[in-house]
């Protein structure tokens, strides 16, 4: 009978270690996901961020028809030169499903740096098409985004 005593109580430590160590693990993962989820979050709105602002610049630059030609080009391109580590972030971290976008996107807006250098001027068809481009490449990025956060299925549930 102490035999029984015993092994009942070695046996419900055991079974109780074994739940304590299956939660933890569970709590960890649950915990790294949510950490993952919030860096690609961050890095993504900073791409995107970033992008957009060079994009609203460049547009500025395209309307000042006051800047000299000469200064256009180093003007745009000193504008561009920031997107670049947040670009080499992304193709690191990001799943390839959205880098490719991402990429698409930021080749868009670079061709846009190169117009605007060249001297396009707001209204030219040559500028409404960069520009549409660019919009569109946006367009399939945050798509792409948003599908690899789940954020559509977070925002019904």
Sequence with gaps: MEWMTLL?????????MGSTVL??????RRE???EWRRSKRDLYGAY????????????????????????????????????YELRYQLEVLAPGAVVDPALTY?????????????????GDE?????FREVMDAL???QAAMRLDLGT??????
């Design 126 to 130: 040559e500028c409404e098409r960069v």
């Design 48 to 83: 995107l961020g970033a992008l957009s602002q060079v994009r609203g610049e460049l547009a500025l630059i395209i309307l000042d028809r006051a800047v000299p030609d000469a200064e256009r080009v180093l003007i745009a391109r000193q504008k561009f030169a920031g997107c």
């Design 106 to 122: 930021f080749r868009s807006v670079r061709r846009l740096r190169d117009a605007t250098g060249a001297g396009v001027a707001h």
């Design 8 to 16: 009942a109580t070695v046996l419900g430590a055991a079974i109780a």
């Design 152 to 157: 559509d299925a977070l925002a019904t549930g």
């Design 32 to 34: 790294a996901i949510g």
């Design 139 to 141: 367009a399939q990025v």
């Design 23 to 28: 939660v933890e693990v569970r709590k960890d």
